[in-house]
């Protein structure tokens, strides 16, 4: 049974689309984050909620926009994709983000190619 | 200059081989110290975890933190093939809401 499920794994779309990326964690972790990874494995976090609330939105542009309709579930919906946009996406969780326990368990993320 | 600094190899080591990892920062503040592995199109996996300065050992597995020179090392003994994978450091902060700064990674191949 995953952990923390991501879908899709593979996605491939046309620039100026819309698309958005599922996240889903079984664990009972409060925080949940969406992290981008490039070409040379740079992990940069994007968002994090906890218990459905946006505590860290980094300088991501406004075509992003991460949606938490419960603790368990993260979503990330992308406008108007741009070239540059291409990378792999994860979504992680951890127990609370005002507890010192900084385990993530990660997904096993989302290729995204914008061509 | 990123905030956290680590040669992205590729390192390549015997079989069995004492491997030494390695991660320099500027942020003084960081507190927490990880080490995750991230196999080919998989996510990362936490490997190590150390809270300030120290030594922590598991199994193969040992983390080392020097926080006055702003130095995290991951050694591992008798490496194997299956520890090929790309080593990533992390690190966080009290009051970071959680949020976690990484390295570049590592990639390791470990040859028979």
């Known amino acids: 049974d995953t952990a923390v499920s991501q879908t899709p794994k593979y996605l491939v779309t046309q620039m100026g689309n819309d698309k958005s990326i599922k996240c889903e964690q079984n664990?009972?972790?409060?925080?949940m984050y969406w992290y981008k990874q490039d070409s040379k494995k740079f992990l940069k976090i994007m968002f994090s909620y906890n218990n459905k609330e946006l505590i860290i939105n980094e300088t991501v542009p406004n075509r992003f926009s991460p949606k938490s309709p419960d603790k368990a579930h993260l979503n990330l919906h992308i406008n108007s994709l741009e070239l540059g946009d291409s990378a792999v996406y994860f979504c992680?969780?951890?127990?609370?983000?005002?507890?010192?326990?900084?385990?993530?368990?990660f997904g096993s993320g989302t290729r995204l190619t914008v061509v | 200059q990123k905030e956290v600094e680590q040669d992205p190899g590729p390192l390549s080591v015997p079989e069995g081989a004492i491997v030494s990892l390695n991660c320099t920062y500027s942020?003084?503040?960081?507190?927490?110290f990880m080490w995750y592995r991230q196999y080919s199109r998989k996510g990362p996996e936490l490997l190590m975890y150390?809270?300030?300065?120290g030594n922590k050992e598991d199994g193969r597995f040992t983390a080392q933190v020097d926080k006055s020179s702003k130095y995290i090392s991951l050694f591992i003994r008798d490496s194997q093939p299956s520890d090929s994978a790309t080593y990533l450091c992390?690190?966080?902060?009290?009051?970071?809401?959680?949020?976690?700064?990484f390295g570049t990674g590592t990639q390791l191949k470990v040859e028979l």
């Open positions: 992390a690190m966080a902060f009290t009051g970071g809401g959680n949020k976690l700064t």
């Open positions: 992680a969780s951890s127990q609370d983000s005002g507890s010192t326990n900084y385990g993530y368990t």
């Open positions: 664990l009972g972790h409060d925080t």
């Open positions: 150390t809270y300030s300065s």
């Open positions: 942020n003084s503040a960081f507190q927490y």
